[in-house]
């Protein structure tokens, strides 16, 4: 079993920043694939951005060029960097670890809050 820890979320002003981490632990395998997902109130979760192990990163179209997603295998976390933050940005973000073992697993933190104010 995996346990997924969100951190860093809160109240911002548009234009500003928030560093959201994501802390892994438990029966964690290499080679698994990480992400972002958010989901705002009355919408669908949607993906934000996901990273794999080797580090190749795919984004949202709504978030390119001003969030960035990284990890650090070592400490086995995972951070979501938001610059230029968006009124539309205001959701709860959740991180979510997919991993392969007797077939495919995943895994979801308990997500924290992101509220931008206009």
């Known amino acids: 079993q995996v346990q997924l820890v969100e951190s860093g979320g809160g109240l911002v002003q548009a234009g500003g920043s928030l560093r959201l981490s994501c802390a892994a632990s438990?029966?964690?395998?290499?080679?698994?694939?990480m992400g972002w997902y958010r989901q705002a109130p009355g919408k669908q979760r949607e993906l934000v951005a996901t990273?794999?192990?080797?580090?190749?990163?795919n984004y949202a179209d709504s978030v390119k060029g001003r969030f960035t997603i990284s990890r650090d295998n070592a400490k086995n976390t995972m951070y979501l960097q938001m610059n230029s933050l968006k009124p539309e940005d205001t959701a709860v973000y959740y991180c979510n670890m997919v991993q392969w073992f007797l077939g495919r697993r995943e895994y979801w933190g308990q997500g924290t809050q992101v509220t931008v104010s206009s």
């Open positions: 990273i794999a192990g080797a580090g190749s990163t």
């Open positions: 438990g029966s964690i395998l290499g080679g698994n694939s």
